[in-house]
């Protein structure tokens, strides 16, 4: 018999489920499993007069073990879980488990049993294969599922290519900081802190429009709730774009999309066990330069920083922008421009002196940093001779010597969107957290 998803059970008769066993009561002389697969949870009743062979196979059984039963199925209103009760003929245990060694859950006292106190999310990573068994755990990896296709859909339906980038580099992708350096043969290479080089040399090969999803390295010793050393991005560029509106335009209505198909999929999954409302936003997003928003954050909530700090964002600045949007906008986003020339990458186009990109603010966290690139070699070159870079991008300027159209593109951490999607710290929001002190499993 081929094995059945608990999810398409639709009527009554034979099947064959397999999955773990979340919950066991063995009575006297029925016994009862809640069986889970990552489709759904099915109660497997089992009356051992009738079927002792089985009753003997229960005793076995420990929570978490791996189970294969075949028996009938019946539909009643008197069982949850959808009315689904499984009615054995054979259970064959796949795998016994040992008793866990973390608490997935706390667990509330009741009058015979103490309450029961969940693990750290530190002692929960130590065990992460087990701690992802949880239907909370399992829905998160099922929207960011989702989150990647809608985006990678939206995309493609609008010409883009998607390519696959080096991770291995000859010199730093961004700057001389916070990068990976490591062996390679008889040189040193880089990971790399992201595809930017390579999503422009997409743009002077003639590819037009490209995005990219994979993993990005940043060797920075961070110990809050949203960082980590390596990330899912998703990063786009495209060409022939009038300025980094353009971008900003394609960026809100990709946004737009994925959270819109997120609602309608899981929308009600993520209210039920998280408690978080999947709201789509409107478009246009609010657009604010940074001199605005600091003079607005002075003036709603009395907010100072010194004037060194006026050419960036600052990481309080962007929590306070999420009230500050709310109230002036309605808003769950907010686009920031208008930095200064010292604060933004070499590779940002500047008009007047001020560098034409964006930062992309979601509920107080910073998501997106966008730009229009700048495509002119000899200025390209004077911009990181300025920072003193030339000499390590060499590389990447001769992209730009032999014809290069406008262009530009912005990076999304799909680890982060996940994070603030459903009200979580990083290291939840990740299949496995890696950071400063992070290497296992």
Known sequence: MNRTYI???QADGPVKVQGFVENLRDGKAMAFLVIKDITGKIQVTVEKEKFPEVAEQVARLTPDSVVTVEGDVVFTEFVKMGGKELLPRSIEIESIAEALPIERKSIPATKKKKAVERSSIDQRIDYRWIDLRTEENQLIF???????NAMRQFLLERNFIEIHTPKLIGAASESGSEVFEVKYFDRNAYLAQSPQFYK???????????????PVFRAEKSYTSRHTTEFTGFDLEFSFIDSFRDVMAMEEALLTHMLKTVKEAYGDQIRELFGKEVIV???PFPVMSLAELYTELEREFGYQIPE????DLTTEAEHLSYELVQKKFGHEFLFVTDFSAEKRAFY???????????????????ITTGAQREHRYDILKAQAEEKGLAED????LEFFKYGCPPHGGFGLGLDRMTMLLFGLGIKEAMFIFRGPNRLNP
């Open 200 to 214: 422009q040399m997409a743009m002077a090969a003639g590819f037009e429009r490209i995005f990219e999803v994979g």
């Open 281 to 283: 936003p409107t478009t």
């Open 308 to 311: 060194s700090e006026h050419g």
């Open 393 to 396: 991008v060499k590389f990447y």
């Open 7 to 9: 999810r398409d059970i």
């Open 142 to 148: 099922k929207v960011q599922t989702c989150m990647a």
């Open 348 to 366: 940002h186009m500047r008009k007047d002196g001020v560098p034409q990109g964006y930062d992309l603010i979601w509920r107080g966290t910073e």
